[in-house]
């Protein structure tokens, strides 16, 4: 697992902590970066505050290849991830021109006012990173890269930003359906593990159409033992009985 | 605001930072806390790793009233939080004879084996949390309260815990929809938000059948206030003339 590139994210927004909003970024970022091989470690959301903000973005720039967050990059008074950002690298906040040239294929120069222009204050060094939605650029200084919080024009930027990264080898994730109770399968399953250290295996209990049972996931980063251990999985659940759903290997 | 109650909330499980699975509990309990006055200020999501467990719940607990922890309570070899809270504290790992009881309401003693029994492991000195879906218990300790992964579980125990929280004034919100981009309502909405700085006025622009718009939402503490802020904001959108609809004060 030497090779294993991690990242973060970070959701920035009040909405999300006062429980108005359902966050769906996080699903949609940790999906696609499974498919480029890199694995989120760790997901933070915080409030539209500086102190916060930064805190969070430095307390994991350090600890990750990649930090990706999402939210507050708007025209209003709220949206401060921006300048929070400058200030967690140390450098200044700038008016990009290429911003600008952005935003102006967008907006009429006449609506281009002050408050759609601080759409266009990047952090000094950073790149831009393409809005194919609504022009008003995100960007990455570093590792880490700043994103709208509105899910739609989140996803095409990171559909845009995920070619770039460098991943190491991808997480391939082999699914088992038993239907049989997690405390039933749970002592076979951990000497499974025991012997498995190479691979990963969660345990999730479900209840779907009045039936119980479990789905017990293998994820690792080698097909061969993937599928392995999943069939060992599979032999476990059919001894004691159960009845099993070989799922196979997913691609991430 | 020096009476505000702050907590934090904290998602452990690798199938939420996968994309395997999309939280919905954040949500939930966000929610169910701002009806009793208590606010969240940060949530994470960590892997099950015992290092990423334990310094988390200490960074969380030292800087929150309280805590919420979600995932890592079930019988498989996955699920650690119990042992992790334990090791943040610095107390042992007991088997709660109160648990095994409630174990016992649920499984046939002759199935109750040692996987299922971990479920009975609690934290020295913690107080049970009430499973009334399937018994095996949550427990709080200190200010750390830690629930099942599983929704409908998490759900069940989050509302029993809820009425023993001491919170403090409840935040109101009062939304305003206006059919008019955020670009241009930033600037007036930033100098109201300037003249109220006891209440907090988050922008949050919006695309729906296919007309564009912003909602404002004011929110503080002091239902007057919060209606008089709120009624600057319709009086500035219908000012510049955009449809403007008064959506009022809603109840946490």
């Given amino acids: 697992m030497s090779e294993e590139v991690t990242a973060a994210i970070l959701v920035i927004g009040n909405e999300i902590l006062s429980g108005r909003t359902q966050d769906v970024n996080v699903h949609y970022i940790a999906t696609g970066l499974g498919e480029v091989g890199v694995r989120v470690k760790e997901v933070r959301v915080v409030a539209d505050d ?18 990706f967050t999402t939210g507050g990059i708007g025209p209003t008074h709220d949206d401060i991830t921006a ?25 009429k120069p006449e609506n281009l006012n002050e408050a ?19 022009r008003a650029p995100g960007f990455h200084i570093g590792n880490v890269y700043v994103m709208a919080g509105v899910p739609r024009i989140m996803q095409a930027m990171f559909d845009g930003v995920k ?50 049972g479990t789905v017990i996931v293998t994820r690792g980063t080698d097909r061969a033992r993937v599928a392995e251990i999943s069939a060992q999985v599979v032999a476990m659940a059919r001894e004691m009985g159960a009845e099993t759903v070989d799922e196979g290997i997913k691609e991430p």
Avoid: W
Avoid at 89 to 94: A, D, K, S, T
Avoid at 187 to 207: H, K, N, R, V
């Fill in 50 to 67: 500086e102190a916060a903000i930064i805190e969070a973005v430095n307390a994991l720039r350090s600890k990750h290849r990649y930090v």
């Fill in 83 to 107: 300048e929070c950002i400058a200030k967690a690298f140390g450098v200044p906040l700038l008016r990009d021109p290429r911003a600008v040239e952005l935003l102006l294929q967008q907006i």
């Fill in 116 to 134: 759609r222009l601080r759409m266009a204050n990047i952090p000094e060094g950073a790149e831009l990173i393409d809005n194919p939605v609504s």
């Fill in 163 to 212: 070619p770039t990264l460098q991943g190491g080898p991808r997480m391939l994730s082999a699914s088992v359906i038993i239907y049989a109770p997690e405390g039933s399968v749970a002592a076979a399953l951990s000497a499974i593990q025991d012997g498995a250290p190479d691979t990963e295996i969660g345990s999730y209990p479900f209840a779907r159409e009045g039936r119980f």
